[in-house]
């Protein structure tokens, strides 16, 4: 045992340090998530606008889906099986399940999106990715729920998990006044409904993918993802063709009547919006919480990391669409930025705390 143990030392003392330790890299990308999302709604919302009839949500969301496939599918030819997941094992059961998850987190996914973008046509870029992130505090809850009541969160997240909610709902709520900063009511609406309703299946989302992405590759299981994503939109689109008299199917087929005289500038716009979502906002981020969900990291602390997207969502909504943030949307950003600092320097502290048992029971 203690020859085969120093083989291993050496084994690994000689092989050359080409990337950075897994969890530093997993943190990375997974950080990187909620920039990617924050162009999301800025992008749909330049659609919209570049559409000169109403844009059809599925078609627009089978379009991304094509272009999540086609990326995620080509970065699989090219990386091959050299990934490996974090728990191995299990051979002829890890084959099945990345198309078992696939559809399970997919169809969380599509549906999420899909009420998403249905919301995003009456409210305004910054407002909807505030009201995506009422996720910080669905995800504890679900947690809790899943593990045994509201004390396996710890104290600290759950204070962080509530200043983030206090952000979001303070993002969107509407100035009764031109001077009013921090209203009494909360203005609601269908679109914020929608909206809201896609949170709670990303949360569901967020849950699972804790649990089954350590079993498998983030390629795989993001690909499968994708796939399935398409093949429930294609699916979605054929229904709606049997079923002509749905306003769905009515503004679907009134697009693809008014291609043909669109305007260039207007047809490049949806088409770079539609590649965008689909390359960046789709197949980059579902890889990427894969693989940074791989490492084991609780959903509910990966969710306060994403936590972030708004932020990003009103910088690029201030930059590319000139929506000037309110004074409710600058007090509820600080209470979000505060959250997050509040969760990652407890995630820190928590971290740091069991290091020294470790090492004595590997000198022991």
Not at 127 to 133: D, H, N, S, T
Not at 202 to 225: D, E, G
Request: with cysteine.
């Amino acid at each position: 045992e203690e020859t085969a143990a120093r083989a291993r030392q050496l084994d690994g003392a000689m092989r050359p340090p080409t990337e950075p330790p897994a969890n530093v890299a997993r943190l990375a990308v997974l950080l990187s998530v909620p920039a990617a999302w924050g162009t999301f709604g800025p992008a749909v919302k330049l659609a919209y606008l570049a559409a000169p009839v109403p844009l059809p949500t599925l078609l627009f969301s089978a379009v991304q889906y094509v272009v999540a496939a086609l990326a995620l599918a080509s970065a699989a030819a090219v990386v091959g099986e050299r990934e490996t997941p974090l728990l191995e094992g299990g051979s002829s059961a890890s084959a099945r399940l990345p198309w078992q998850a696939g559809l399970e987190l997919g169809g969380y996914l599509f549906v999420g999106n899909l009420l998403q973008l249905a919301g995003l046509a009456s409210v305004p870029a910054d407002r909807g990715a505030f009201l995506v992130q009422t996720t910080t505090l669905i995800v504890p809850l679900m947690q809790a729920l899943t593990q045994g009541g509201l004390g396996s969160v710890a104290a600290r997240t759950w204070a962080a998990c509530v200043i983030a909610f206090a952000g979001v709902l303070l993002m969107s709520s509407t100035n009764a006044e031109q001077g009013s900063a921090l209203p009494l009511a909360v203005s609601i609406g269908a679109g914020d409904v929608l909206v809201l309703a896609s949170a709670l299946l990303y949360s569901a989302h967020v849950i699972r993918l804790a649990v089954i992405a350590p079993q498998m590759t983030a390629l795989r299981l993001a690909s499968a993802k994708a796939f399935s994503e398409l093949s429930l939109a294609l699916l979605a689109l054929g229904l709606l063709s049997l079923l002509p008299t749905l306003p769905a199917a009515q503004e679907t087929r009134a697009f693809v009547e008014a291609l043909p005289s669109m305007d260039r500038g207007a047809a490049l716009t949806l088409l770079g919006s539609a590649a965008w979502c689909g390359a960046v906002t789709c197949a980059y981020t579902i890889w990427a919480q894969s693989f940074g969900q791989g490492s084991g990291m609780s959903a509910t602390n990966a969710n306060l990391v994403y936590t972030s997207q708004p932020l990003w969502s009103a910088g690029f909504a201030w930059l590319l669409l000139s929506e000037v943030p309110t004074a409710n949307e600058v007090v509820g950003g600080i209470a979000i930025a505060g959250a997050l600092f509040l969760a990652v320097t407890g995630a820190e502290e928590a971290s740091a705390s069991p290091e020294p048992d470790a090492a004595s029971t590997k000198e022991a």
